[in-house]
């Protein structure tokens, strides 16, 4: 029922891409907005885990489809026999 995911901090995040401009060719381009400055310490950690219950939230409310309805009627069905 749950896939196995990871969790990446904006700070640790970080992309970049080639664009091509007809004027000047390809040049490198970074779209990843600069991240806030994060304390270290207790601070960190407190982000981490409000990190981890957002995750948690999106998976078990916001994703919370017909799909999963179903499945949760056919486990409960099956448990109550």
Do not use: K
Not at 3 to 15: K, L, N
């Amino acid at each position: 029922m749950w896939a196995a995911t990871s969790s990446c901090a904006p700070a640790d995040a970080h992309s970049w891409v080639e664009v091509f401009f007809p004027t000047y060719g390809w040049l490198t381009f970074d779209p990843t907005p600069a991240a806030e400055e994060v304390a270290p310490g207790s601070f960190r950690a407190i982000r981490a885990l409000l990190g981890l219950v957002s995750t948690a939230v999106e998976r078990v409310i916001i994703n919370y489809d017909f799909t999963h309805q179903i499945t949760l009627a056919q486990n409960l069905q099956r448990v109550s026999r």
